[in-house]
């Protein structure tokens, strides 16, 4: 039997980082995998939807470029080629992975794992010892009861990002994150979309009056809020909408986006405390089982593949490394990746509100930012708003709609990670012109009002 100093089952975002950081340190570590190296985020989530939307957007682009003086005839969109793009940038990313995971001496051995007691993981006819255990299973896409969801014309995430033709209609249950993107990427390639929503507003993380915006500019997707589906039909669904009507919506396809579930066939035999959410841990991901942590979407704390990053080097530090870490998730930044772009971090004003906190809070049009004007002209949308504590000035919140968005909300993180004041952020020198900019006018919009 194999002995390791550390188990990692899972190769994500999470599982793969605790490998490296661990191997790194020079232990000896195991990573097991079931199927292919980057898990859900490099193989069938963050990576490949990215690759898709970004040709979405440059084929929108060439359509929507002659006001720029650039004239383009015939633009087409070729999915077969999209879909090639998102391969080969999906297996680049799988090989380098696999490299990072030689440099830091760590094994690799594909197969399920099933833990059979706190130190011992099977995989196959093989059982390998560890001193410590790292569950980085992941979750999959929740496929909820609804008649009709086993269809063939109904697709997960997993599953629509292998089609390798257009469908002329598309109905989205559920507008989270991976709705919207999903909608943003087929409504921008000329297919008929529409979202069907439970809850009033999408995106339930979102400032509502972003939400309300990103609507608007996602025409020509239409949107049925408050509204729950009662059948799935071989084409189309039927659902109740918020006037507690009957209705029915004619579609090509289905997409199922309804939330995920976390993976936990890997702990069956293990007495772990499990709720609703995923595995339950501590603020060091520890779980009641003193040797075995849970990082990223299988403990449900936040779905997100840089936060299973960071839990893992939080693992790893507390393990292996010299001071003692915790998981801290108010300066977690996220980012919708749609047709536009929207990201935040923080709290919005309402949460703040329901908190009992005092607040300041601004919000400014984007256009009114040099970089981002040139660039978009005057009818694009695009807001930053700021979240600011009344008594302490300190940033509670930055939310940002529009192109960019999600390569500038770190500074957002570093910000209230840092627990800075309106007039700490003033004195940061932002780069001109840049759409990050546009984070320091707010701040001094908040200071205007006063």
């Given at each position: 039997?194999?002995?390791?100093?550390?188990?990692?089952?899972?190769?994500?975002?999470?599982?793969?980082?605790?490998?490296?950081?661990?191997?790194?340190?020079?232990?000896?570590?195991?990573?097991?995998?079931?199927?292919?190296?980057?898990?859900?985020?490099?193989?069938?989530?963050?990576?490949?939807?990215?690759s898709?939307?970004?040709?979405?957007?440059?084929?929108?682009?060439?359509?929507?470029?002659?006001?720029?003086?650039?004239?383009?005839?015939?633009?087409?969109f070729?999915?077969?080629?999209?879909m090639?793009?998102?391969?080969?940038?999906?297996?680049t990313l799988?090989s380098?992975?696999?490299?990072?995971?030689k440099?830091?001496?760590?094994?690799?051995?594909?197969?399920?794992?099933v833990?059979?007691?706190?130190?011992?993981?099977?995989?196959?006819?093989?059982?390998?010892?560890?001193?410590?255990?790292?569950?980085?299973?992941?979750?999959?896409?929740?496929?909820?009861?609804i008649?009709g969801?086993?269809?063939?014309?109904?697709?997960?995430?997993?599953?629509?990002?292998?089609?390798?033709?257009?469908?002329?209609?598309?109905?989205?249950?559920?507008?989270?994150?991976?709705?919207?993107?999903?909608a943003?990427?087929?409504?921008?390639?000329?297919?008929?979309?529409?979202?069907?929503?439970?809850?009033?507003?999408i995106?339930?993380?979102?400032?509502?009056?972003?939400?309300?915006?990103i609507?608007?500019?996602?025409?020509?997707?239409?949107?049925?809020?408050?509204?729950k589906v009662?059948?799935?039909?071989?084409?189309?669904?039927?659902?109740?909408?918020e006037?507690?009507?009957?209705?029915?919506?004619?579609?090509?396809?289905?997409?199922?986006s309804v939330?995920?579930?976390?993976?936990?066939?890997?702990?069956?035999?293990?007495?772990?405390?499990?709720n609703?959410?995923?595995?339950?841990?501590?603020e060091?991901?520890?779980?009641?089982i003193?040797?075995?942590?849970?990082?990223?979407?299988?403990?449900?704390?936040?779905?997100?593949?840089?936060?299973?990053?960071?839990?893992?080097?939080?693992?790893?530090?507390?393990?292996?490394?010299?001071?003692?870490?915790?998981?801290?998730?108010?300066?977690?930044?996220?980012?919708?990746?749609g047709?536009?772009?929207?990201?935040?971090?923080?709290?919005?004003?309402?949460?703040?509100?329901?908190?009992?906190?005092?607040?300041?809070?601004?919000?400014?049009?984007?256009?009114?930012?040099?970089?981002?004007?040139?660039e978009?002209?005057?009818r694009?949308?695009?807001l930053?708003k700021?979240?600011?504590?009344?008594?302490?000035?300190?940033?509670?919140?930055?939310?940002l709609?529009?192109?960019y968005?999600?390569?500038?909300?770190?500074?957002?993180?570093?910000?209230?990670?840092?627990?800075?004041?309106?007039?700490?952020?003033?004195?940061?020198?932002?780069?001109?012109?840049?759409?990050?900019?546009?984070?320091?006018?707010?701040?001094?919009?908040?200071?205007e009002?006063?």
């Open positions: 039997m194999s002995s390791y100093n550390l188990i990692v089952i899972g190769s994500g975002p999470g599982g793969y980082i605790a490998a490296q950081r661990a191997g790194a340190l020079g232990k000896k570590v195991l990573l097991i995998e079931r199927d292919n190296l980057g898990g859900v985020c490099t193989n069938v989530g963050c990576i490949p939807t990215k898709l939307l970004n040709s979405a957007k440059h084929y929108r682009y060439a359509q929507e470029s002659e006001a720029m003086g650039v004239s383009a005839e015939k633009v087409t070729d999915l077969t080629k999209a090639a793009w998102k391969k080969d940038t999906v297996e799988r380098g992975i696999a490299f990072l995971m440099v830091a001496k760590a094994d690799v051995v594909f197969g399920e794992a833990c059979l007691d706190a130190n011992r993981v099977q995989v196959g006819q093989e059982v390998y010892q560890g001193e410590n255990i790292i569950i980085a299973t992941g979750s999959s896409p929740a496929v909820p009861p008649p969801s086993n269809l063939p014309n109904v697709l997960t995430s997993t599953e629509i990002l292998s089609l390798e033709k257009l469908p002329a209609s598309l109905v989205v249950i559920g507008g989270g994150v991976i709705g919207v993107e999903f943003s990427f087929f409504a921008s390639v000329g297919v008929e979309v529409a979202v069907i929503e439970m809850m009033d507003e995106l339930p993380m979102v400032d509502k009056d972003m939400a309300k915006l609507r608007r500019e996602m025409k020509p997707v239409e949107f049925y809020l408050s509204s009662t059948e799935i039909k071989k084409d189309g669904v039927l659902f109740t909408n006037k507690g009507e009957s209705q029915e919506l004619k579609g090509e396809m289905v997409l199922l939330g995920r579930r976390p993976n936990l066939e890997a702990v069956k035999n293990l007495k772990l405390d499990i609703r959410g995923g595995i339950v841990v501590d060091t991901l520890r779980t009641n003193p040797n075995i942590y849970a990082i990223g979407d299988v403990n449900g704390k936040s779905l997100l593949a840089h936060s299973a990053s960071r839990m893992a080097e939080v693992v790893v530090s507390n393990l292996y490394g010299k001071g003692k870490q915790k998981m801290r998730y108010n300066a977690i930044p996220w980012a919708v990746y047709m536009p772009e929207v990201a935040g971090c923080g709290l919005t004003e309402d949460e703040a509100k329901r908190q009992g906190r005092e607040v300041l809070s601004a919000t400014v049009q984007m256009r009114s930012n040099g970089r981002f004007l040139a978009n002209g005057k694009a949308a695009g930053c700021v979240v600011v504590d009344a008594k302490s000035r300190a940033i509670l919140g930055v939310h709609l529009g192109p968005s999600s390569e500038i909300i770190y500074g957002a993180a570093a910000i209230i990670e840092a627990e800075l004041r309106i007039e700490d952020v003033k004195e940061i020198v932002f780069p001109h012109p840049s759409v990050s900019e546009i984070i320091r006018d707010t701040l001094y919009a908040i200071e009002t006063l």
